[in-house]
């Protein structure tokens, strides 16, 4: 309790000494935007003065509305998908208001997705990603997008797959959404990351919440990755959308996608299409890594607008992925299947007390088979004993079954917004592992050395269940023009049992623990979470705003922290075994932040810092349990629960000295400690630094516009603080150069070459998993020309 009575002080002090603003001279903007055909109004038209970082959305009626903007001369921008954008110039004076009418032409322009402005002051530690620097950045898995953002990163153990790091929060710990949907990896060695199945051609926009912010969104996490799908505004006009080709050299990557969306009356619709394909890559020096794969997408959405203030949507993904090599671990992908389908309802208004309604059901099924074919346990070997091992073969089968279910309203209340809901996540899992080695003598069993009984073999988990329900409620209110704060509370209630363990898992685990015998009894276990944040943000002048934030947020251990038996983890980097213990207690992290934002007509800048207290980390102990396979490290160990702290500060500016002229830089520190081994936390990224400029002239050309040149380098420095015991290793430091140069010509087609790594320097991020086999971690490609071209309808 002391740790929440700190918090208070914290808040009640810093508002204190908090000087109030000097006043500024400010005027309103409003007016309407129109449809310039029909003269119809236009509602959920974006109404942005990007210099000043603030925004408005038209109401039904096409009107909005900017208050408290600075007196002088702005540039207004009105954005809406299917329209052409357009810009006007107004001077605002002192305590007036300035009237604005503004059409807006349908044009078949390319598909960027709504580039949301983040309005201040924002109450959320969030960093964004909207789709247009998605679908500049030539990627092929949305994991890699996330190391563009400050003090987020990601884990790769092959080609696909990239795994969020959210400032040293891994794995389950971060949320993943997708279209609203949490969603999980199917495989317990994770290859398939929650982000690996939705192509970056899907995606319209990536929101990082750095912290226990993310209360409404779903069930509790300590950080959450939101991704918005493509196609869920669509526009006014019959059929619209993009055609894309792409080729990498070195990764010798193929990429098509088609995208299309489009409104005939009530019904709203869109599809887009992917392929892709890679090969093996080459570091700097040379060095050939496996990276095989092959992936189709397919994604549609079907609406109708049951009345002018409600939708109903159904939409559906299917993915295919297969042969995907993944050098970080033990196994190689054969495939991955993949089905999400989701109906939505959606009810809104901009007057009255009730805003919003929103109900939606989701449902996913994955599927995914394993092998060790390519890897060097598939030959004949020798054991560490010196004596000869036949040929393995090594198979893991995993399915996971995830429903959920989500209601919530958005109300106004005299001062005061709220947000009221309550959802469901329903999670089946399941995990087998098959495994033989080919005798000379063509007898096909398990030689004597695996030291275990044979239906060990076949379980690597048993079949799992997690429900978890929860309810959550969201206040906000401001004070004044100045202060706003924003609170919210959640319950969750989880639930979580295993249906057919194995004789050998209770052995085991009792054994692992030492002290205690685990029954059946145990297998089920029901936690009660309660959760809980604050944020107030204060605007100090028209330039800056403090924002202060906390939360406590608990997550249940996942089925593999639980379950399993003596399989390898993920979220370390040795080869070890590892048994799950039933009677772990959940994590549950406190954080506390702090924000300062500023920005002015040429310049913006970001300083953050935060604090994060974890007790009942999951960590791990040794045991004297013997491992399964005779290739594993002979230290079996076990999850238990310890205490972590993490500290850390990220900034980012941008500055525009000339018209076409951008310079960007940004920067990221973290420290963690983990108390229970006494030596630093796991998954802790090195310090970094990136610098960019960009020049966009403005072309005057009939045959070329919006053309564009950009260089940035990436600066990270080596990390010598390392959880020796989860195999962690340093890493050296390292530069990059990345070169993109871009122009959309002919009026529409827009055509971009990149070169990542321009100087191919041979580099590893510190994160990334080690090769089980050789031990040294997964390097990063050389040097990787890109060209893509990109042709509207």
């Known amino acids: 309790m002391d740790r929440y009575v700190?918090?208070?002080?914290?808040?009640?002090?810093?508002?204190?000494?908090?000087?109030?603003?000097?006043?500024?001279?400010?005027?309103?903007?409003?007016?309407?935007?129109?449809?310039?055909?029909?003269?119809?109004?236009?509602?959920?038209?974006?109404?942005?003065?990007?210099?000043?970082?603030?925004?408005?959305?038209?109401?039904?009626?096409?009107?909005?509305?900017?208050?408290?903007?600075?007196?002088?001369?702005?540039?207004?921008?009105?954005?809406?998908?299917?329209?052409?954008?357009?810009?006007?110039?107004?001077?605002?004076?002192?305590?007036?208001?300035?009237?604005?009418?503004?059409?807006?032409?349908?044009?078949?322009?390319?598909?960027?997705?709504?580039?949301?402005?983040?309005?201040?002051?924002?109450?959320?530690?969030?960093?964004?990603?909207?789709?247009?620097?998605?679908?500049?950045?030539?990627?092929?898995?949305?994991?890699?997008?996330?190391?563009?953002?400050?003090?987020?990163?990601?884990?790769?153990?092959?080609?696909?797959?990239?795994?969020?790091?959210?400032?040293?929060?891994?794995?389950?710990?971060?949320?993943?959404?997708?279209?609203?949907m949490r969603t999980f990896p199917t495989g317990p060695a994770r290859m398939d990351s929650p982000l690996s199945h939705?192509?970056?051609?899907?995606?319209?926009?990536?929101?990082?919440?750095?912290?226990?912010?993310?209360?409404?969104?779903?069930?509790?996490?300590?950080?959450?990755?939101?991704?918005?799908?493509?196609?869920?505004?669509?526009?006014?006009?019959?059929?619209?959308?993009?055609?894309?080709?792409?080729?990498?050299?070195?990764?010798?990557?193929?990429?098509?996608?088609?995208?299309?969306?489009?409104?005939?009356?009530?019904?709203?619709?869109?599809?887009?299409?992917?392929?892709r394909t890679g090969s093996d890559y080459e570091t700097g020096d040379d060095e050939s890594v496996p990276g095989d794969f092959e992936s189709t997408d397919v994604q549609g959405r079907l609406g109708v607008a049951l009345s002018a203030r409600s939708t109903l949507?159904?939409?559906?993904?299917?993915?295919?992925?297969r042969n995907l090599d993944y050098p970080g671990r033990l196994l190689s992908a054969d495939f991955f299947e993949n089905g999400i389908g989701q109906l939505k309802y959606a009810y809104e208004q901009r007057s009255g007390r009730l805003r919003s309604l929103t109900a939606r059901i989701s449902a996913q099924h994955k599927l995914h088979g394993m092998t060790n074919r390519g890897k060097p346990t598939f030959e004949a070997g020798t054991l560490p004993n010196g004596a000869r091992r036949p040929p393995l073969r090594i198979g893991v089968n995993t399915e996971i079954q995830n429903i959920s279910g989500r209601v919530a309203t958005d109300l106004r209340l005299g001062a005061w917004d709220l947000t009221i809901g309550g959802d469901v996540l329903h999670t089946y899992r399941d995990a087998r592992r098959p495994l033989k080695a080919v005798m000379p003598d063509g007898s096909r069993v398990v030689p004597p050395f695996y030291r275990t009984a044979t239906d060990t073999l076949n379980r690597a988990w048993p079949g799992v269940t997690i429900t978890q329900e929860g309810l959550f409620g969201e206040a906000s209110r401001s004070f004044g023009d100045r202060l706003t704060v924003t609170g919210t509370a959640r319950l969750d209630l989880a639930q979580t049992d295993a249906d057919d363990p194995t004789r050998s898992f209770f052995v085991n685990a009792s054994q692992a623990?030492?002290?205690?015998?685990?029954?059946?009894?145990?297998?089920?276990?029901?936690d009660v979470l309660p959760n809980g944040s604050l944020t107030a943000a204060l605007t100090l002048t028209d330039r800056w705003t403090l924002s202060l934030g906390a939360g406590t947020v608990a997550r249940p251990p996942d089925a593999m922290e639980r379950y399993s038996d003596r399989f390898p983890a993920s979220k370390s980097q040795t080869s070890a075994e590892f048994q799950g213990i039933p009677s772990l207690a959940p994590e549950r992290t406190t954080q506390a932040d702090l924000w300062l934002d500023g920005g002015g007509p040429e310049w913006t800048l970001s300083v953050n810092a935060f604090a994060r207290q974890i007790d009942d980390y999951?960590?791990?102990?040794?045991?004297?349990?013997?491992?399964?396979?005779?290739?594993?490290?002979?230290?079996v160990f076990r999850y238990t629960n310890g205490e972590a702290q993490f500290v850390g500060a990220e900034v980012s500016g941008a500055l525009s000295p000339a018209e076409a002229w951008t310079v960007r830089a940004s920067g990221s520190w973290l420290w963690g400690e983990d108390t229970a081994l006494d030596e630093p936390a796991f998954g802790?990224?090195?310090?970094?630094?990136?610098?960019?400029?960009?020049?966009?002239?403005?072309?005057?050309?009939?045959?070329?516009?919006?053309?564009?040149?950009?260089?940035?380098?990436?600066?990270?420095?080596?990390?010598?603080?390392?959880?020796?015991?989860?195999?962690?290793?340093?890493?050296?430091?390292?530069?990059?150069?990345?070169?993109?140069?871009?122009?959309?010509?002919?009026?529409?087609?827009?055509?971009?070459?990149?070169?990542?790594?321009l100087l191919d320097a041979t580099y590893t991020n510190h994160l990334n998993a080690k090769n089980p086999f050789s031990g040294a971690r997964i390097p990063e490609p050389g040097r990787v020309v890109s060209t893509t071209l990109t042709v509207p309808f």
Not at 313 to 321: F, I, M, P
Not at 513 to 526: E, F, H, K, M
């Open 313 to 321: 949507t159904l939409s559906g993904n299917y993915q295919d992925q």
């Open 198 to 275: 939705v192509d970056p051609s899907a995606i319209a926009s990536i929101d990082v919440v750095k912290g226990p912010y993310a209360l409404t969104a779903g069930p509790s996490t300590m950080s959450a990755v939101q991704v918005t799908l493509r196609g869920e505004d669509p526009p006014r006009t019959p059929l619209t959308g993009t055609l894309r080709a792409g080729y990498d050299t070195n990764r010798e990557a193929v990429e098509t996608t088609g995208f299309a969306m489009g409104r005939q009356g009530p019904w709203f619709y869109s599809a887009n299409v992917a392929r």
């Open 6 to 180: 700190v918090f208070a002080c914290i808040f009640f002090v810093a508002f204190a000494f908090i000087p109030p603003a000097a006043a500024q001279s400010t005027g309103t903007l409003t007016g309407r935007v129109l449809d310039a055909e029909t003269e119809g109004p236009l509602p959920g038209v974006n109404v942005v003065v990007p210099a000043l970082d603030r925004g408005a959305v038209t109401d039904s009626t096409g009107r909005f509305v900017l208050r408290e903007v600075p007196a002088g001369t702005h540039q207004v921008q009105a954005r809406f998908v299917g329209y052409a954008s357009t810009t006007r110039t107004v001077q605002v004076k002192s305590g007036e208001a300035v009237q604005l009418r503004i059409r807006l032409s349908s044009a078949s322009v390319e598909m960027r997705g709504i580039q949301v402005t983040a309005l201040s002051p924002n109450p959320e530690p969030t960093e964004s990603l909207d789709a247009e620097q998605v679908r500049t950045a030539e990627v092929d898995d949305p994991g890699a997008l996330l190391r563009a953002l400050p003090g987020v990163s990601s884990v790769r153990r092959g080609p696909l797959g990239l795994d969020p790091n959210v400032r040293g929060l891994s794995e389950t710990e971060v949320g993943v959404y997708i279209g609203g």
């Open 513 to 526: 623990l030492g002290d205690a015998s685990v029954t059946r009894a145990d297998l089920d276990q029901q």
């Open 684 to 757: 802790v990224s090195p310090p970094s630094a990136t610098l960019g400029l960009r020049w966009a002239p403005s072309v005057r050309q009939t045959w070329i516009a919006d053309a564009f040149v950009d260089a940035s380098t990436e600066l990270v420095a080596e990390q010598t603080r390392v959880a020796t015991t989860r195999g962690e290793a340093p890493t050296d430091g390292y530069a990059t150069v990345d070169l993109q140069v871009g122009a959309t010509f002919l009026g529409q087609a827009t055509l971009r070459v990149s070169a990542e790594n």
């Open 618 to 635: 999951i960590t791990l102990a040794p045991t004297g349990l013997d491992p399964i396979l005779p290739l594993s490290p002979e230290t």
